[in-house]
């Protein structure tokens, strides 16, 4: 699947360019209109499968981020299937064809009641193996609480819990504007795991630790089982 779009400026912070919330959010939409295409959308696995898609892993490595009014390629396909999982490869590129930043998603279809997984061979999912790194640096020890936020209506999506592309957004907020230069000004690599639902109207606590290189970052809930576990490094 292959797009072309015009970076707007809800999608840039202060330097004109496609802010940390916004490359998920460019990656997700990317997805979405792929899974359309192949008629593997969440109304299609609702309708057909009594199943819905949720991501479990997000990584992008950002190269340069698009600036505000640039008319970029967005490419999203299929590279990898196993029997529970989907990977999704999400490329954004220049009009001249330079890589912006690559992203790799992995996505599992469950049972919207039982939650149990649908095996990606009862989908008949047409697919190109290519080979996509699947690897990641989470570091959960050594990191201490910073605060805690409620996932309120504007964090949640239709399934009504914190939407996967705006899981970063608490992170970005807590970091100082020199935090974010120090990240925006290199090559660096972003990657989240989603493991557990955050519904709307609880809490999450925050926990964090930040060196020069990288941020390791944790949501907690209230027994301090992990929601979901991040980093941001430089590259």
């Known amino acids: 699947m292959k797009i072309k779009k015009t970076i707007t400026m809800s999608e840039v912070g202060l330097d004109s360019r496609v802010n940390l919330e916004q490359l ?15 008629k593997l959308s969440n109304y299609y696995m609702r309708t057909i499968h009594h199943g819905i898609w949720v991501f479990s892993k997000n990584k992008v490595t950002v190269n340069k981020r698009p600036y505000f009014n640039e008319e970029v390629i967005i490419e999203s396909n299929i590279v990898e299937v196993d029997q529970l999982r989907v990977y999704v490869k999400t490329k954004c590129l220049s009009k ?18 039982t939650f149990r997984f649908i095996k990606t061979s009862n989908l008949k999912i047409p697919f190109k193996i290519e080979e996509v790194n699947t690897k990641y640096d989470f570091i959960e ?17 239709s399934s009504n ?3 996967n592309a705006k899981a970063v ?13 120090n990240i925006y000004s290199s090559k660096f690599e972003l990657a989240i795991k ?17 060196k020069a290189d990288r941020i390791d970052f944790a949501y907690k809930d209230n027994n301090d089982v992990v929601l979901e576990l991040g980093y941001i490094k430089l590259l």
């Not at 001249?96 to 009641?113: P, R």
């Open 96 to 113: 001249k064809k330079e890589l912006y930043f690559e992203g790799v998603t992995e996505c599992c279809a469950i049972d919207y009641e």
């Open 194 to 210: 989603y493991s557990k639902q955050a519904m709307l109207n609880s809490e999450a606590k925050i926990y964090m630790n930040k």
């Open 24 to 38: 998920f959010c460019i990656m997700q939409d990317a997805i979405t209109v792929l899974f359309e295409q192949l």
């Open 161 to 163: 819990h914190l939407n």
């Open 169 to 181: 957004l608490p992170i970005a907020l807590t970091l100082s504007k020199e935090e974010t230069e």
């Open 141 to 157: 020890s050594e990191m201490e609480y910073l605060s805690t936020f409620r996932i309120t209506m504007p964090l949640v999506d």
